[in-house]
Structures are given as C-alpha cells and as structure tokens.
C-alpha cells in the first residue's frame, strides 16, 4: 500500500489551472523525483499536500486512507513534512527552538528546554544531520540550515518527506552530503518527493520520476530507462539542446581590470578582501562561488553600485573605480543583475520603456530632454524581434512577462547597447530549460563578436560550459583559477567551500590556487 | 543646592514616573514582538486613565476603576488588531486613527458627564501606598531607613505590579511556549504557520495584552498619581513608551530599564520646575527634556536598533 497517494488533484488559480487532474503515488521507502519547469504545477501540487493551498478538486490518500489536509499542523499529524526551497526558520532563534516549535515539550507552558536540547542530539546523531542546538540559525551557513530544516521535519515525526528545489542553495559538496542524507532516511523507512528542475539531480538521486509540464503529469519513468536528453524532453514537450557548442575563445586586448578591489558589505565588514582579474575582449570569465561570498559585492562595485573601499577598476585603461553606474554605462559596461525583477526591469512600466532605461536621455531616443516615443517605439519593437520577447504588443507591462521573457527583456537592453563589457550575474536564475539555452546561446554570440563577458553564477554547470576562464570566489577572495576545460565540478567546489585552507586538495594536479587572490 | 536636589525623594519619583511608561512599553514590546506595530499605546493609555476615573467616580470603587481601565484599553486595542490582522490594514494608519479617536472621545465625554472642558471631577481617594512602615527618629540608622522606605516601600501597588511584569513577561517570553511561539510571529510568521502555529490568533492575543497593559498605565496616571483626568493627560508618554520599548531592545526587562532612565528626566523635570522661581528660564524648557532625552538616546546613542523582522507586514496565507 502506498503512504501517499493522490488522485485527480485540481488546483485552480486565477486564469491558471496550476494542477490538473494530477495522479501520483508515494510507496515507502521511495524517493520520486517531481520534474518539471518553473511554472508547472510542483510546488502548487505539494502545497495541497501539505495543507498551504485547498485543492479543488481531487482525493488525498495517507496509508490508503483518505484524509483532508486543511493546515499544514493537519498535514504534520499525518506524519507529513516539507522543506521548502525558502527555509522556514526564524533566524533570531536557535536551532532548537525552531525544532521544537509548534510541538514544544512543555509542562504547564513552561519549556522544557533539557528534554528539547536531548531529543534534537538524539535525531540528528540517529540520521547523521551534524548541527549545534544551542546556535542561532543566523549564524549557520545554508546547508546547516537545510539540515535544520529537515530535522524540523524529523522531530514532528515526517515519515513523508517532501523536498522542494532542497539543492538550489547549495554547494556541490553540500549537495553530495544532502543526497547522502536522503539515502539513509529512506534506509530508515521514510518516503522522500524530491521536486527538482535539475536533472542531473533526478538520474542520480531519484527511484522514480514523475514529469510536469502545465500543471500536468505528462509522464513516469525511473532513471534507467532514460537519460538527461529524454527527461528533458519530457519536461519541455520538445527536443533541447543540453550542451551549448562553442568554439575555443579568441581573448584579444584587455577590457576590463581590477586591481585589489576592497569593498564593504552593509554592515561594514569587507566583502571583498583584495580581488584582481582581468576579462579580455572575445572571453567569457565566470566567477563560481557559492551565495555570499562576495560576488554581489564585485558586481555592484564594477558597475558603479557600490564604491570600493580601496583598489581599482578600469575599463579599456579608463579608470572607472569611482564612477557612478550613468558614467559606467557610458564608458561601455552592461549589467544583468541578480534581480531581474529589482534592478533589471521597471515592472510597472511597459516594454518599450524598460528597453531604453539607461539610455532615455540620449540620442536617438530623447531630443531637448523630450522622448521621442516613435523611435523609441520603432526600436523596442525591432528589439523584441531580435531577442524572441514572446508578447502581444510592446505595451505590455514588464511585470506581466514571465521570467524567460523578462530575462530576455534584459538581455535585450543590455547587450542592444553594443557594449565593450557584458557583467551578467545569474543570468538564467529561475528560468527553464529552453530560455536557459536561449541565454546561453546569446552569452555565446556576444564573445564571439568580441565583448568582454564576466559571467557571475551560482550554478556550477552554467559556468563550467561557458567560461573560457574560471575563477573560484571564496570569503571575498579569488581562490582558484581554472582554464577551460582544466576541472572538474568536485575541484571547483572543493576551492569554493574554502578547500584552499585545508592541507591538500583532492586532486593537485590542475588548477592554480591563488595565495591571498591579489595578483593575476 | 545640589545636596537637596540629589534627594531619594528624586530616585522614588522616577521609578513612579517609569511606571506608566514601563508598563506601555511592555505591552508594546509585546505587541511588537507578534508583528504588529503599535503606535496607539498613547490612546490606550488615555481611554485607560480616563474610564478609570469614570468608573471610579461612578461606583465609589477604585479598583472597579483599575479594572475599567484595563478593559478600555483592551477594547481600544481590540479595534486595532481587527484593523491591523484580520483587515490588513496599515498598522501605523490604524494606530495613529486610534490616539486620535482616543483624544476625542475623552474630550468628548468628559464635556457631556461632567458639563465642562478641560478637566473630569477628582476622585475622592487615591490609591495609597501598599506599605505604610514608620519612619521619623533622629541618628545614621533612622536616616538610611527613611532612604529605604522612600525608595523601596513607599509605592502604590501599580508601581510594583509593574515591576512584576517586567520580570514575568521577560521570563515568559524566553522560557514558554506562547514566547516562543510570540518571537517566531514577529520574525518570520510564515515558519509559524507552516509548523501550525496560529498567526492571527496569536498576534491579537499580543495585541490585547499591549492594550491591557496601556489601559493600566492609564490607571497608575490617573488613580495613583494625579487623581482626575485632565484633556490629553498623557502628553506623548505613549509615545516616549514607544522609544523605551526599542531603547530596551524589544524586551521587556529593557523596556523597564529604558522606562526607568526616562522617568528619571521626567523627575528631574518636575524638581527643576520648583527650583526655578527667580531664575529666568520658562517652565516650557524644563517640559521639553524628556523629549529631548528621547531623541538623544534613539538617534545618538543606542546605534541602530534591529526589529523584527516581519513587524508591520500583515500575514496573509498562500
């Protein structure tokens, strides 16, 4: 008998079906892995199952059982538990108390903390999950966090696990120990979904998957009956191009370079301790890192966002360290921000509009500090063509897109401007797998018609396919520098995890750690 | 003239002036420990002063007052939390609608029960001190006992009562399942929900206790300390509550001491007023440096304070 078993469930939002008619079954002792593009129905149909969203259709079965799941409390007393791609944790309180939250041991209201401490010791040695109940979650890196996440889920008795994007977060290694983890709970008896859109993920991790695409199950498989190409197939209803080809890079004079570049973060403390790199015309150089280690802060200080501490920037031996991003544009750099929606697009304004920010003051698009709305127009349309904007009219506003087509929105903008240097910082965050290609593709052309590219991303395989040069960020610091080609995914996390500090690297012989990170 | 200004007379009377300014102030650490900002402590502490002279005068029965102070409080918290958690709406918006309708209904009803402005009738008694140990004699020991008496026992009960909550709610709020339940509210009620905690209701509980609290340091204002309700009474102590809440950290032990520090410029105000005949300084300078106190600490001295962090957003399901 399945523990969890769900038929025809129907989740209506507005102008969307977000899950139609969805089937799936959970045995014990199972991990399946949900597999579908942003926007599919994943998280939607999980929220039913764990009580965030009513469904509208459709039955839930626990142990054969059919139940109503109205709470996500209703959902923890079936024996339900869910970590969610943004962790539920309170960072003010500590690892216990966000444990034990909700189902305290208490005797007349009053805590007792003792028993608490002991039984958060006793799970997290019983399934390997190393953490300190006495730290603050603030203090915890994310994969600490996730570990606490599911140890919430552990001591209110989760004997369904449901896992969603769990390793978008998290460093390659991180991700090893996770899956490891996973493994023994499901040795334990626990039954885990895994939603995912990577499938790397679902052939290495995942007993069996089941596809989404528009709110749909559009197929079942187990990872040895497909591979990645089929899966993907699956997912995108089309065939899609997995690798990007490119052609070896022909890196000309240098575009940009920066010179022990110290920059402070928000609360003053140095986030970038000392950073030099340079990016040639015709060359892509990625930045790998995990979150937080102070590629935000080298984004923003390049395109004059954030003013650097000491150090230098230049731009085609034009000093830039302290020019304002008007004058950055102006000297030739273009931005992808991290946040498309915060500092890529004006979501209140229309296409048109959002396509010459940065350049409405200019010629051709403004005369005498008036706009010219036709040739602004005749340009946002031509624009659109060129980069695929999927839209009924350039009046559309920005925030009605979806995130393929504002990322692309950007891209449009950006590189239109025919720049010397393209800073792209997690260029296809959240996108799916057939914009993600378009991207790339685009990254691509651009180095190839001779623009400096200084690719910044959390993924590891994004930058591993496109760079010609990688650099390892770690605690503000280059750590590693690596040529195309030259490592693989476990050396570069190993550098991004602070592997440099440890006494031996894994594999010495590729790869250049760089003392200090000042001098390329 | 330093010695006589130095009195334990002065210490006494900023721990009474801390009073109503602690007891505000914990019930907006409270309050803005569940999410919810609360700027209407200046109106429950009013409606709170005022129905406890009400009702005092009505039944001859002050601590009937006491208690009709706490429930206008209540009530007048109640409008905020149904305004502020089940409508969503601006929680500074709805606070600042409450002070205001606060000032005018008292205004209001003091003119239509007692027929003239400016000022209820007086309540015939007080409350006393809890302790009434003799004092007098001559010699070191009667001099230091008379110091203790005025600086430990000579209170009326609101003043300890105040003293008690400082102490229960801040071992409450570490120690208990509603604290902890109460500090996840304020910081990230999503994780709350998702572990079947319930937001609403927990954050009108908070709400209800910071207008109870209001409504008793209304009672302290006018059954213990002054003894008739005067027009807007309160003269922005609800506010200078506000600031010892963050002054303290959003605890309530630091709201307390915070309360304590602004008490004391309160008392030293007061003292400086009776030194200043011949002087040439108008008494509106002296009224002025609580105030002053105020912006000195939050701006200057404290550094930035950290909140919580979803205080002021309504929580609203996926």
């Known amino acids: ?520 | 003239m330093w010695l006589s200004f130095l009195t334990p007379d002065l210490f006494a009377s900023a721990i009474r002036m801390a009073t109503p300014l602690a007891l505000a102030a914990i019930g907006g650490t409270i309050c803005e420990r569940s999410g919810v900002v609360n700027i209407a402590l200046e109106g429950m502490m009013l409606v709170g002063a005022f129905f406890g002279v009400v009702v005092t005068l009505a039944t001859g029965n002050v601590w009937l007052g006491v208690v009709a102070a706490i429930v206008a409080g209540v009530l007048l918290s109640a409008i905020h939390a149904f305004a502020s958690v089940t409508l969503r709406m601006d929680q500074v918006v709805s606070g600042t609608a409450l002070n205001i309708l606060a000032l005018g209904l008292t205004g209001f009803l003091m003119e239509v029960i007692y027929g003239h402005p400016g000022a209820t009738n007086g309540i015939a008694h007080k409350i006393g001190p809890v302790f009434n140990f003799p004092t007098g004699g001559t010699g070191v020991l009667a001099t230091i006992w008379s110091w203790v008496d005025q600086i430990v026992f000579s209170y009326t009960p609101i003043v300890y009562v105040a003293i008690i909550i400082a102490i229960v709610a801040q071992w409450a709020m570490y120690r208990t399942r509603w604290g902890l339940r109460l500090r996840a509210l304020g910081e990230h009620p999503r994780a709350a929900d998702t572990v079947g905690v319930r937001v609403q209701a927990g954050r009108y509980v908070a709400v209800l206790i910071s207008g109870a609290l209001g409504g008793l340091a209304g009672a302290n204002l006018t059954l213990e300390q002054v003894g008739v309700f005067s027009d807007n009474m309160t003269s922005g102590r609800g506010f200078i509550a506000l600031a010892a809440n963050i002054f303290g950290r959003w605890t309530p032990v630091g709201s307390y001491l915070a309360s304590l520090l602004f008490g004391f410029a309160e008392a030293i105000e007061i003292r400086m007023q009776s030194f200043q005949q011949g002087n040439q300084i108008p008494v509106q300078f002296f009224l002025m440096l609580p105030y002053v106190l105020v912006v000195i600490v939050l701006a200057g001295f404290m550094g930035r304070a950290v909140g919580p962090a979803a205080i002021g957003k309504p929580y609203e399901k996926e």
């Not at chain 1, 409390?73 to 960072?91: K, N, P, S, T, Y």
């Not at chain 1, 052609?247 to 140095?270: C, H, I, K, N």
């Open chain 1, 1 to 520: 008998m399945p523990v969890l078993e769900l038929r025809e469930i129907t989740k209506v939002f507005p102008g969307v079906r977000a899950n139609d008619r969805v089937s799936l079954v959970l045995e014990r002792g199972e991990i399946v892995a949900l597999l579908g593009e942003n926007g599919a129905g994943k998280s939607t149909l999980m929220n039913v199952v764990y009580g965030l969203l009513a469904p509208d259709g459709g039955e839930i079965l626990v142990d054969g059982k059919p139940v109503r799941i109205r709470t996500p409390r209703e959902a923890i007393d079936l024996g339900i538990g869910m970590v969610h791609q943004h962790f539920m944790l309170v960072q003010t309180l500590t690892v216990t108390e966000n444990i034990i939250m909700g189902h305290e041991p208490s005797r007349f209201g009053v805590i007792d903390f003792a028993t608490a401490r002991a039984k958060v010791r006793e799970l997290s040695l019983r399934y390997g999950l190393k953490v300190d109940p006495g730290a603050r979650v603030a203090d915890l890196s994310v994969g600490m966090q996730q570990r606490v996440e599911i140890l919430k889920a552990l001591y209110q008795g989760a004997r369904i696990l449901i896992l969603d994007e769990p390793t978008a977060v998290l460093s390659p290694q991180e991700v090893g120990e996770l899956f490891g983890v996973v493994r023994s709970l499901v040795t334990e008896g626990l039954s885990v979904v895994l939603i995912t859109h990577k499938l790397d993920e679902v052939m290495g991790a995942a007993d069996r998957v089941v596809v989404m695409r528009d709110g749909r199950v559009v197929g079942e498989t187990t990872p040895a009956k497909t591979d990645q190409v089929g899966l993907a197939r699956m997912m995108v209803g089309r065939d899609v191009v997995l690798t990007v080809e490119r052609t070896p890079a022909r890196p000309g004079e240098t575009v940009l370079e920066v010179r022990d570049l110290v920059v402070l973060d928000e609360r003053r403390l140095e986030a970038l301790k000392g950073v030099g790199l340079t990016v040639h015309a015709g060359e892509i150089v990625g930045i790998a890192g995990v979150d937080g280690n102070g590629q935000t802060q080298l984004v923003e200080a390049i395109v004059g966002l954030k003013r650097p501490q000491s150090g230098s920037i230049s731009l085609r031996d034009k000093d830039i360290t302290h020019a304002a991003p008007r004058a950055t544009i102006h000297a030739g750099v273009s931005h992808v921000p991290e946040d498309r929606q915060r500092r890529g697009l004006v979501l209140e304004f229309d296409l048109a509009e959002n396509l010459i920010l940065g350049d409405q003051r200019d010629a051709p698009y403004a005369r005498a500090g008036i706009m010219r709305t036709r040739v602004i127009d005749e340009a946002a349309r031509k624009r659109i063509g060129d980069y695929d904007v999927r839209t009924p009219s350039i009046r559309v506003l920005a925030g009605n897109l979806s995130g393929g087509n504002q990322q692309k929105l950007v891209l449009a903008r950006e590189m239109g401007r025919d720049p010397d240097l393209l800073v792209a910082a997690q260029p296809t965050r959240g996108l799916d797998v057939g914009a993600i290609e378009f991207v790339h593709r685009r990254i691509l052309t651009e180095r190839d018609g001779g623009k400096a590219v200084l690719l910044v991303s959390m993924e590891l395989e994004e930058i591993m396919s496109l760079s010609d040069r990688i650099l390892v960020m770690y605690e503000g610091r280059i750590a590693a520098e690596f040529a195309a080609g030259e490592a693989d995914a476990e050396r570069i996390g190993f550098f991004m995890t602070g592997g440099s500090k440890k006494d031996h690297a894994p594999a010495p012989q590729a790869g250049t750690a760089v003392a200090g990170g000042g001098g390329l």
